[in-house]
């Protein structure tokens, strides 16, 4: 490809010397009891390509076996730093999901593209923690979360430790926000539920306040309460208790203002202790597969031992990434399976020279697209361009300049 790619492996010999200058190694972890091995798909040759801005792919796959649930692809993009700048895409509202192909399709310059934040269940279109896009809070709270976070000049990406710092004043009294647009009603203060929150209903305790123009316009109560809010409103609710009794209060009339901030700490040494009062972009991290050069997985039964498609963002010692998608060909009654266990993703990602490496959503969800060229189709490298693509919440582009 005519230029030096850090952080690859292509052979077994090749790991050992790349990973030994990053101050890695090369050596699987020691596996807990009943762990599944990792695999030497990571000692073939890959096949290999480059994409604009300065990233580059390397694909290794079994092929086809006898045993399908057996079947492995592995897709890694390594990006230099300083390279593509990351950006969180989602749906207007954020009770609409999105596939990452129509999430992507407007944005002619994100060249690689994956699937973002585990979502509720039950209101599948509602990432399970915190979202912040284009520097505007979506969706937060104040108990801590661990999330991908973009911010600062640089676009830096990097792991923290988030939460919601805000406050309802109406009238003289003052109150903590508990939750943004949150899929419940948080204890230990008030919730508010904006337009982007979309048109569904919303939860609600016994009460809300309908705020708008600077002051408090109505007060519902009852299935009246859930009621979404129109374009300028705030939908200010509660959980039975002390603050629902405040809020049942209140005068209609009186002036309101709404004041908030997603504040962390980053996690990570790479930028240590650093507060991150304003993120440009935030979704939901997940687990932590490698920590500091270490197989961070303990535990290697029920879900976490399965061979199941997994997403993952590796962290290199000289501040590269790799975004990487684990996957297979198999498919038991519409759900997809094979890929790696939690334990072997994690072997895998020392192998590729991760430091650190971070889950995001997997499953059915793990999707990876890249753009070979600018403004060129989105083709999905992952699996086959014409199985389903699982609408998503939000989604992680990488993007050339």
């Not at 990432?127 to 108990?143: L, N």
């Amino acid at each position: 490809m005519g230029r030096a790619r850090r952080g690859w492996v292509g052979s077994a010999a090749t790991a050992a010397l790349l990973l030994t200058a990053l101050g890695g190694s090369t050596a699987p972890s020691t596996a807990a009891t009943g762990c599944r091995p990792m695999t030497g798909l990571l000692s073939t040759t890959p096949s290999t390509f480059a994409l604009p801005g300065g990233a580059d792919v390397r694909i290794w796959d079994t092929g086809h076996l006898a045993n399908s649930l057996a079947e492995t692809r592995i897709v890694a993009v390594h990006i230099p730093k300083g390279t593509l700048t990351p950006k969180v895409l989602t749906a207007p509202k954020i009770d609409v999901s999105r596939t990452p192909q129509a999430l992507a399709a407007p944005v002619p310059n994100a060249v690689v593209v994956v699937n973002g934040s585990v979502f509720d269940p039950v209101r599948a279109a509602v990432p399970v923690e915190s979202q912040i896009i284009g520097g505007t809070i979506r969706k937060s709270t104040r108990t801590l979360d661990s999330s991908v976070a973009i911010w600062g000049p640089g676009s830096h990406l990097e792991v923290i430790n988030a939460q919601l710092s805000g406050t309802l004043r109406v009238g003289a009294t003052t109150w903590t926000m508990a939750g943004l647009n949150w899929q419940s009603v948080p204890a230990g203060g008030v919730s508010i539920y904006n337009y982007t929150w979309g048109r569904s209903r919303h939860p609600a305790g016994p009460v809300s306040l309908v705020i708008a123009g600077g002051k408090v316009i109505a007060k519902r109560t009852g299935s009246n309460a859930t009621l979404p809010p129109a374009p300028g409103q705030l939908v200010v609710t509660a959980p039975s208790g002390a603050y629902s009794t405040a809020l049942s209060r209140v005068r209609v009339g009186l002036p309101a203002a709404v004041s908030y901030r997603e504040i962390g700490t980053t996690v990570w040494d790479k930028y240590p202790h650093v507060k991150v009062a304003y993120p440009t972009g935030l979704i939901m991290a997940g687990s932590t597969l490698v920590k500091y050069g270490v197989n961070n997985v303990t535990s290697c039964v029920g879900r976490t031992e399965d061979l199941r498609p997994r997403t993952i963002l590796g962290f290199l010692p000289n501040g590269d990434l790799l975004v990487v998608a684990i996957a297979g060909r198999g498919t038991v009654n519409g759900t997809r399976w094979g890929g790696a266990s939690d334990h072997q993703a994690a072997d895998y990602m020392l192998r590729l020279g991760a430091r650190i490496a971070i889950k995001l959503d997997g499953g059915t969800s793990t999707t990876m697209l890249v753009r070979r060229t600018v403004g060129g189709p989105l083709v999905r490298i992952d699996r086959s361009g014409t199985e389903y693509q699982r609408p998503t919440p939000d989604s992680l582009a990488f993007l050339a300049p």
